[in-house]
């Protein structure tokens, strides 16, 4: 069975940073781009960041592009998110989610059952 | 970027109706749309992709059509575990923009 657990968020002081982990199991992880994808309270979907399978290729929405960064450890099955300069807005609930395939031309299939970030002081 | 404009944001209809969502886009995509169905406190589930394609286990009442810039997800007989709020997003390229969302409610 494919499953996305995900670990980390909770409160966090505006200026801090943040950093979500997501332990993948039931697929081979390095064959599949992964994504982080946010729901501000009562908001729609955001998609934030994309790296493909092999972890070379990166991209990130414009609105979070130099705060953020997206890695992955394949020998781990483990994707993260590093969000720095934290400000209220990125209040939100947090997925992972797998993509279809090796890079970013697929939708996603699966998903982690997501973290709560909390910006505030 | 591509702007994903969907409609309408909410719509309330009764058990058994045929139930229309629209989501453009302001330039052509192919058919590179994927339809997710959100439930109040879960994670979002891919319902179709290819902008027709069903996933399997999806139930057979759920369709989508449309490419280019104009697709559609259609309910055929709405159920109430269909309450949910649904989004499109396309997926070829950066930013992998979604839709605002639909928000289906049972009249």
């Known amino acids: 069975e494919v499953q996305l657990l995900q670990s980390g968020g909770g409160l966090v002081q505006p200026g801090g940073s943040l950093r979500l982990s997501c332990a993948a199991s039931?697929?081979?992880?390095?064959?599949?781009?992964m994504s982080w994808v946010r729901q501000a309270p009562g908001k729609g979907l955001e998609w934030l960041s994309t790296i493909s399978g092999s972890g070379r290729n990166t991209d990130s929405a414009d609105s979070v592009k130099g705060r953020l960064t997206i890695s992955r450890d394949n020998s781990k099955d483990t994707l993260y998110l590093q969000l720095d300069s934290l400000r209220v807005e990125d209040t939100a609930t947090y997925y992972c989610?797998?993509?279809?395939?090796?890079?970013?031309?697929?939708?996603?299939?699966?998903w982690g059952q997501g973290t709560l970030v909390t910006v505030s002081s | 970027d591509i702007q994903m404009t969907q409609s309408p944001s909410s719509l309330s209809a009764s058990v058994g109706d045929r139930v229309t969502i629209t989501c453009r886009t302001s330039?052509?995509?192919?058919?590179?749309l994927a339809w997710y169905q959100q439930k109040p406190g879960k994670a979002p589930k891919l319902l179709i992709s290819?902008?027709?394609t069903l996933l399997s286990g999806v139930p057979s009442r759920f369709s989508g059509s449309g490419s280019g810039t104009d697709f559609t997800l259609t309910i055929s007989s709405l159920q109430p575990e269909d309450v949910a709020t649904y989004y499109c997003q396309r997926y070829y390229s950066a930013p992998l923009s979604f839709g605002g969302g639909t928000k289906v409610e049972i009249k």
């Open positions: 039931g697929f081979t992880f390095d064959s599949y781009a």
């Open positions: 330039q052509g995509i192919s058919n590179y």
């Open positions: 989610a797998k993509l279809r395939g090796f890079s970013y031309g697929y939708p996603k299939d699966c």
């Open positions: 290819g902008a027709s």
